[in-house]
Nanobody, 118 residues
Framework: VQLQASGGGLVQAGGSLRLSCAASGSISSINAMAWYRQAPGKQREFVAVVTSGGLTNYADSVKGRFTISRDNAKNTVHLQMNSLKPEDAAVYYC?????????????WGQGTLVTVSS
């Protein structure tokens, strides 16, 4: 199973970016798909999660600004980030709980860098 993240880049404060992450491989099903982020010198932190049924949850720091969504047919998760702040700058990682031939496991993407200029 591979998770390929894309969509990072440089944006001014107040701007928007849309991250995407596509899962591929011998996937039977995907339960939760989530985004995490890690800023320099800090631990990786939870950003948002969406279940296979569409239930979502967000970190307090991004509520009202970020929206997570998924396309189950394409095994893809997106993160729409609006009103970006300098403190949102980080490497963003997607993660997913994937079932492969009867065995479940957690997989990570390679990360995509988001830079927010003030």
């Amino acid at each position: 199973v591979q998770l390929q993240a894309s969509g990072g880049g440089l944006v001014q404060a107040g701007g928007s970016l849309r991250l995407s992450c596509a899962a591929s491989g011998s996937i039977s099903s995907i339960n939760a798909m989530a985004w995490y982020r890690q800023a320099p010198g800090k631990q990786r932190e939870f950003v948002a999660v969406v279940t296979s049924g569409g239930l979502t949850n967000y970190a307090d720091s991004v509520k009202g600004r970020f929206t997570i969504s998924r396309d189950n047919a394409k095994n893809t998760v997106h993160l729409q980030m609006n009103s970006l702040k300098p403190e949102d700058a980080a490497v963003y990682y997607c993660g997913a709980n994937v079932r492969v031939r009867g065995t479940s496991g957690h997989y990570w993407g390679q990360g995509t860098l988001v830079t927010v200029s003030s």
